[in-house]
């Protein structure tokens, strides 16, 4: 699973991960994702490079 849109929003990773919203901010809370860009107050996101690779190393770590 890899990312193509530029910027992947927390709903659109917790879909693809299978896991909550509450979830991935929870994860963000304690550092296991990568910190996001904010462009606002409500809009947060992170670029699919930034996340492509946190899931290729994850998933090594996981193996």
């Known amino acids: 699973m890899y990312f193509k849109q530029p910027i992947v929003r927390p709903a659109e990773l917790a879909a693809a ?3 909550s919203v509450v979830t991935i901010s ?3 809370r304690s550092r296991i994702l990568p910190e996001p860009i904010t462009f ?3 809009f947060i996101g992170w670029p699919n490079d930034v996340l492509n690779e946190w899931l290729i190393s994850h998933q ?3 193996s």
């Open 17 to 19: 991960l299978g896991v």
């Open 60 to 62: 090594r770590g996981q």
């Open 26 to 28: 929870n994860w963000r």
């Open 40 to 42: 606002g107050h409500r």
